[in-house]
């Protein structure tokens, strides 16, 4: 009992802390809202300018290029995060994002990926389809069966 509510206390903290951070750098690191000053419940409804997609969500589905983001920016060596065969972040209570600071960005969804498409993904990174549709089928965005 104590460890799932210690697992559970650290996966909320961690989700904070990312609220936090997102904040943070659009008052101060970035600075282009300073002067923001939302209320908790703007803050829930995402009424602040930009958006923070993370890979696995709808607008990213392809967890694998948290490959790509960890190699750019040094992420296990700068912070110790390391990433699983399935590209699960370790340790657990972990997240990552792209940051997107255009006012006019916003969240969205790719809807169902079809076989042409998956096709033209797997050949531009350079993978067997087999492997998107992994990938992908785990997020649950194939708009197909696949064969086999």
């Known amino acids: 009992y104590h460890s799932i509510m210690a697992k559970a206390l650290a996966d909320r903290l961690v989700e904070a802390f990312a609220e936090q951070l997102h904040e943070d750098i659009r008052k101060e690191y970035w600075g282009y809202l300073p002067d ?10 995402q009424q602040f300018q930009g958006v923070r997609p993370a890979p696995g969500y709808p607008s990213q589905p392809d967890h694998s290029e948290k490959v790509t983001m960890w190699r750019l920016a040094r992420i296990q060596e700068q912070t110790g995060i390391s990433l699983t065969e399935t590209h699960a972040m370790l340790p657990a209570a972990s997240t990552s994002a792209l940051i997107f600071a255009h006012p006019h960005s ?43």
Do not use: C, W
């Open 106 to 148: 916003t969240y969205f969804t790719t809807g169902k990926i079809v076989r042409d498409q998956v096709e033209d993904y797997a050949r531009r990174k350079g993978v067997s389809v087999a492997e998107v549709e992994r990938q992908l089928g785990q997020a649950n965005q194939l708009g197909y069966t696949p064969e086999g």
């Open 36 to 45: 923001e000053d939302m209320k908790p419940e703007e803050l829930h409804r």
